[in-house]
Structure formats: structure tokens, C-alpha cells
């Protein structure tokens, strides 16, 4: 029956219901916790989105909220923007997740997904930036950071899946870009809004989105990384997004960053509550464990040797804090481990800070509450970023090689 019905919608259609409602298919043969026969019967209207209602000894129609905002999810993730507003003016729900009964109706686990979710995982920035507006109108910026089932934000979600106009609707509307450094890449079919191939095209620009972001967030040049208290610093006249320190590094990084500059910009402009781009806190207090407490005994590092004698004999590795626009010294054993591996021709470094039983360790799913033995920080040798892969932080590393008589200074 579901098949013959969606015979009846085109193709992005049929995919975009089938991932939400095929589901309900199991409870037609399933019995409710009370016992009772559970019969599902849906109807597809092209206006207004599916609607269902359901039929058991228990129940004679489905909540009519629930229903609403089943019809505002999929308005986000197919219909136009103006399709989408008079679905939210109707009075559909458009800041709840789908709730915990339907889903456990399903068979799934109960998400904090919600529709600002939706639009950034379809890449859907036109209606991206609807919702956008409705939350800051509302006086709600928190709905900016909402979560999904893994912990990822719509900013996150956009620079993941190397969408421009998503990241630049997201950066207007002020959403916190410090959580939204992925350490996967997604390349995707943008209609049909499935995995693709990584080619020539799609590997240039999450490249240079991941770039811009860090020179954002940090105030940082987008090519020499130097900071404001080094050299002024001035931003990109077109994105708003990319620092550079003069004309020199902006030419030399050109070739990399206009393959996403002007469509940050078109998505940028989408959100009308904020006139300029807000600019981001420097900080983000909660991205990383600390090292504070890291000491060498507990990295098992006890070579007897003092750190200014290890450090100067061997290559030095150094992460860049924002907020104190400095760079620091990884401890021994983590800088250690960071030489050895790139030597080895090894793409990244997984650790925790302290516990070395989660060095290399790293969970199968990725959940919200990882365990105490994975690590947490995976350092990735081609960008030279640190990520902690559950906050979606990343931060800036360079390494300084070690001087030796042999070498010309």
C-alpha cells in the first residue's frame, strides 16, 4: 500500500517521506501496549504534506498537534519557503521534536530533532533561514544550538555536508560556529540528499568552509594565521566571515575560499533580524577537556628529563587558544605521539587528555555519552586541526621542527 501510494509523488518526495513515515508500517502488524490492533491510514495531499490518523480500539484519531508537526517536518524538508511560513501561521508547531510516542510507536529511539535540524541535514537554507528568523523574532537563539540524535547542531550539519548557503544562514543568525568544525566530511546529492563519492568539486569547498570557520571564530588570517594582537586584521567584504591581514594573503588564498565566499554571503542575507554578521566569542569554554591537570606522570612519560631539555631535542607541537591568542605546548607524551604517528604516515592522533587507556580507541556509533576509554580528540594532520569529535570544536596546531647543527637557521 505505501508503495503504490508513494508511486503517486516524484522521486525527492518519496525518499523524504519514506525516511519519516515507512516506519509506521511495522505497527500495522504490531499490537499497541494495550493490546489493541493498530491500523494506520495515510493520505497525501499536494498542499499541505501527508496526513494520517489512526484507528484502533483505543484511539479514534490522531492528536491533532502530533499530526501538525509531522506536517511542518516534512514542509521543511520539501516544500518552498512560502509553503513552509503558512504552515507555521496555521499554527504547526515548528520548534518541537517529533514526540517521544510517535517514535517509540516506530520502533526508533525518541530525537531532540527539530525542524532547524531538518532543513540543515536536507540543506534546505531557504527554509533554513525561515526558521531562523521565527527563533530570533521569538527571542528563542537558544533553538539555534538544538541538537540531534548524535549531539550535532544546524551549523555543524552545514559545514559537514559543505553547504555555503547553510553556514552563511547560520552565521548571520549569530549560532555558535565554535561547535561546527566536523572532523568527517559528508559529500552529498543535494536533491536527493544522499552519500556521494568525494570528487574534485565537493573536497575544495569542505575544505575551504572548515578554513573560514576557524578564521572566524578565532579572528585569525585566513592564510597565516597571525591574530589581531600580531597585525589588524580585516575581515572580507563579501562574506563577512574571512579574516586576512592584508591584500597579499587575501590574493594568495583566493583560488581556495571563492569557492564558497559569495554563496555565504547569498545565504547570509537570507536572515533579516541581524543587519551585520554578529561577531563570535573568542572562547568556548566547554570544547575541550582541559590539560590543566595533564602531567607527565600520567601520560606515562618518566624519562627523567625536564620539559625545556625534551622540547628543545625533539619537534614541537603546539595548539592555538583563542582566548589568550597564544600558542602552547602539547604535553610530552601527546606531543610524542603526534611526531610519531605523522612519521608513520598515520592521517590523525586519537587521544584524551589523562587517560591513556583511550589512546587509538574510538566508538563503533558515536553517542552523546561516550564511555570513559575512547578518546576524545582526534588531531588530523592534513588541516592541522584538533577535534574533540562530541562537542564539535576544533582548534588550530602547527608544529615547529627541532634545530640541529646540521640544519641552515
Not at 588570517?221 to 566571515?241: D, G, I, R
Not at 587575501?250 to 542575507?269: F, L, M, N, S, T
Request: charged share 25%; aromatic share 8%; glycine share 4%.
Amino acid at each position: 500500500a505505501l508503495t503504490s501510494l508513494f508511486r503517486k509523488v516524484d522521486q525527492h518526495t518519496h525518499q523524504t517521506y519514506i525516511a519519516l513515515l515507512q516506519p509506521w508500517s511495522r505497527a500495522v502488524t504490531q499490537p499497541s501496549s494495550k493490546g489493541a490492533h493498530t491500523d494506520i491510514i495515510l493520505s497525501y495531499q499536494s498542499t499541505s504534506g501527508f496526513f494520517y490518523t489512526e484507528q484502533s480500539q483505543t484511539s479514534n484519531k490522531m492528536d491533532r498537534r502530533s499530526r501538525q508537526i509531522i506536517d511542518l517536518f516534512c514542509a521543511t524538508s520539501d516544500k518552498t519557503p512560502t509553503e513552509l511560513q503558512a504552515c507555521i501561521d496555521r499554527g504547526c508547531p515548528w520548534d518541537q521534536p517529533i514526540p517521544p510516542q510517535m517514535m517509540r510507536a516506530m520502533g526508533e529511539r525518541p530525537s531532540p530533532t527539530i525542524p532547524l535540524n531538518i532543513a540543515a541535514q536536507y540543506q534546505r537554507h531557504d527554509n533554513l533561514a525561515v526558521l531562523c528568523n521565527k527563533a530570533l523574532e521569538e527571542g528563542r537563539p537558544e533553538l539555534l544550538e538544538s541538537p540531534d540524535l548524535v549531539g550535532k547542531t544546524p551549523a555543524f550539519l552545514s559545514v559537514q555536508k559543505g553547504n555555503p548557503f547553510c553556514l552563511g544562514v547560520m552565521a548571520k543568525a549569530g549560532a555558535n560556529l565554535h561547535r561546527a568544525i566536523p572532523h568527517v566530511w559528508q559529500c552529498t546529492n543535494r536533491q536527493a540528499n544522499i552519500l556521494t563519492d568525494p570528487d574534485k568539486f565537493s573536497m575544495p569547498v569542505h575544505h575551504a568552509l572548515v578554513r573560514t570557520v576557524v578564521s572566524f571564530t578565532t579572528r585569525t588570517c585566513l592564510c597565516c594565521a597571525k591574530n589581531q594582537k600580531e597585525v589588524k586584521l580585516q575581515v572580507c567584504t563579501q562574506c563577512k566571515m574571512a579574516y586576512f591581514c592584508g591584500a597579499e594573503c587575501q590574493k594568495k588564498k583566493w583560488p581556495e575560499h571563492k569557492h564558497v565566499c559569495k554563496k555565504i554571503r547569498q545565504g547570509a542575507d537570507l536572515v533579516t533580524f541581524h543587519d551585520e554578521m554578529p561577531r563570535q566569542k573568542l572562547v568556548e569554554e566547554d570544547g575541550f577537556l582541559p590539560f590543566d591537570e595533564v602531567v607527565d606522570n600520567d601520560l606515562d612519560v618518566d624519562d627523567g628529563q625536564n620539559d625545556e631539555d625534551y622540547y628543545k631535542e625533539n619537534d614541537t607541537w603546539e595548539w592555538y587558544d583563542p582566548g589568550t591568542m597564544e600558542w602552547n605546548r602539547y604535553p610530552k607524551r601527546i606531543n610524542e605521539a603526534l611526531s610519531n604517528l605523522q612519521a608513520l604516515g598515520s592521517p590523525r592522533y586519537m587521544y584524551k587528555p589523562g587517560n591513556t587507556d583511550a589512546e587509538g580507541m574510538e566508538e563503533r556509533d558515536q553517542s552523546m555519552n561516550p564511555p570513559d576509554d575512547v578518546a576524545s580528540n582526534h588531531a588530523y594532520y592534513s588541516e592541522m586541526i584538533d577535534h574533540n569529535i562530541y562537542t564539535g570544536c576544533g582548534r588550530m596546531m602547527r608544529v615547529i621542527p627541532v634545530i640541529t647543527d646540521d640544519d641552515d637557521v
